[in-house]
Every structure is written in C-alpha cells, then in structure tokens.
C-alpha cells in the first residue's frame, strides 16, 4: 500500500518488507499524520543556504572535500576547532586571574568544552550516518536478457560493479549487508582511502518467473579512526557500536585536552562597556608600536 493502489504489494507478489529496508515512519501524534504547513519550503531554503555556503569555502580554499553531506561535517569540525582555538588565544592573562577569582559567576569552562566536544561528534555522526541506509534495485525477470542489469533473463543471474565513494579526508570502512533474497556483493567490507572510489561486486538474480522484482542491500559506513578489527568487532554486535565508539573516541580527548588548557573553572560574560574584539586587537598592536618605538628613541 502508500501508492492509492486497491491491493498491497504482497498480493500482486511482491515479498513483505523487512525492518532493514523501512527507511522512515510517518509520525501519527493522536492518529493522525502531522502536517506542518511550509517546512517544504523551509528545509528547501535551508539546504539552498548550506549547499552555498560549501560551495563558497570550497572554492576559496581549494578544497572540494567541503562539498557534500561530509563536506557540512568538516566544515562543523573546523568552526568548532576554530572557535576553540579564539578562546585560548584570545583570553588575556587578566581574564584569566578574573576567572580563578571569581568562580561564582560565568559561563562555566566545562559547559562551554562539552558543547565544542558535542558538535566534533554531531558532526562525525552526520558523516557516517547520511550516507549509509538501504539502497534499492529494481530487477525486471524477463523472457529474455536486455543490455543492462535491470532487464535479467529468468532464473539467471547477472553482475555488475557497485562504486564506493568517499570525498572526505578521512578514510572510511564500509560494510555491505544485502537484506532480501536475489542479491550478493562481493567483499563485503571495504575500506575507502580519502577523496578515492572502491569498487564492488553487485550480482542480482531474476526468479524463474516472470515480473518486477525489488532488491535491497544496506550500507553502513564508519570512519577509519579506530583499527578495522575494532569496527569489525563492534558491528558484528551491532551496526551502531562502532558509531558510538567513533563519538567517544573523536569527542572524550578533545574534551580532555580543553580542561587540560583551560582548566574548570567559569569563563565570565563579556560586559555591555567592554570594547569589541577588533579595538581591543588594534589597541594592543598600537600600544606595542609605541612601546618599541619609544625604546627605539632611548
């Protein structure tokens, strides 16, 4: 059912399908679907703004790696790690005795290095998680073979590569489950150096009979920053194991790191009177200048 037909698929002998191959659940709040008028338009708008942004930084830094779901990662990584990098060099030696003598008050470090910790691994969850999920593969079962591997003469089978990519900078570990009958690929487990392609052996089946035919693999993908046989490990026992530990691994060091350098304490709201970032910038150069020239002078 879900395409205004009379009858379901099963009974125009299409086989059930199977959880692995449902890829999203309408939400029914009170029973019935929830409808929000416009968010069309608005994730339209959204995607437009982003997919420019990328397009901009790829460009300007010569980095096409930028460009895609991963591309959004990487950009998340580096306003991040850029943001984290501001706040240590930024912070004065006086707003450093301020924070250990004013504990009481502020933002606390902690808070500000879970949030920097927290969007590493959004990030490195959006990277593995957007490209993996279900791919589908129409096969028509047909009296005889056509050019192609959508048109399969019945009861034979036929193959075909299947391209792995990764435009990212960081390796990927792939896995390939095939999840309903008539279909196999060949290895299974691949790994993906960065901005390269691996390829595949996709082989789909035509039954004897005559008809069209869906066949499903999944694919889950991990980034390469633990050791393959970790991740093989983990996603024997669940496909998401390795993404948790991916997280822990990218986020808990990071996370350390900045207690280590910035200690625990509170970091303290800026006030109303204080000057912007650049006059403060431009007050400290102009003040060296003087302060050499004057030495200069004696």
């Known amino acids: 059912m879900g395409d205004n037909n009379p009858f379901t698929d099963q009974a125009s002998g299409e086989p059930p399908v199977k959880r692995s ?6 939400w029914q709040p009170g029973g019935s679907v929830l409808s929000i008028p416009a968010i069309g338009t608005m994730v339209t708008a959204s995607q437009d703004i982003i997919e420019t942004v990328q397009r901009t930084f790829a460009r300007l830094l010569g980095m096409p790696s930028l460009l895609g779901t991963q591309g959004l990662a990487y950009l998340l990584i580096g306003i991040s790690a850029l943001a984290y990098l501001a706040d240590i060099l930024w912070g004065s030696s006086t707003q450093r005795r301020t924070r250990q003598r004013d504990r009481d008050s502020g933002t606390s470090a902690r808070l500000l290095l879970v949030l920097f910790a927290g969007a590493i691994v959004l990030a490195a969850t959006v990277t593995m998680v957007a490209p ?17 591997i959508g048109v399969i003469e019945a009861g034979t089978n036929e193959s075909t590569q299947y391209i792995l990519g990764n435009g990212g900078a960081v390796p990927m570990v792939t896995y390939l489950e095939p999840t309903t009958d008539g279909v196999a690929v060949q290895p299974r487990e691949n790994v993906i150096p960065p901005d390269s392609t691996v390829n595949a052996t996709l082989t789909l089946s035509a039954p004897p009979e005559a008809g069209y035919y869906r066949r499903y693999i999944v694919e889950h993908r991990y980034l390469h920053v633990l050791p393959q046989s970790t991740i093989r490990t983990l996603y024997e026992v669940h496909p998401w194991l390795p993404i948790v530990a991916i997280d822990l691994a990218l986020g808990v060091p990071f996370y350390l790191l900045g207690v280590v350098l910035l200690g625990s304490g509170r970091v303290r709201t800026r006030s109303k009177d204080r000057p912007p970032w650049h006059r403060r910038l431009w007050s400290r150069l102009t003040y060296r200048t003087e302060t050499r020239a004057g030495t200069e002078k004696k």
């Open 21 to 26: 191959q449902v890829v999203a659940v309408v």
């Open 132 to 148: 993996s999920g279900p791919e589908e593969f129409g096969v028509v079962s047909s009296e005889s073979d056509s050019p192609g």
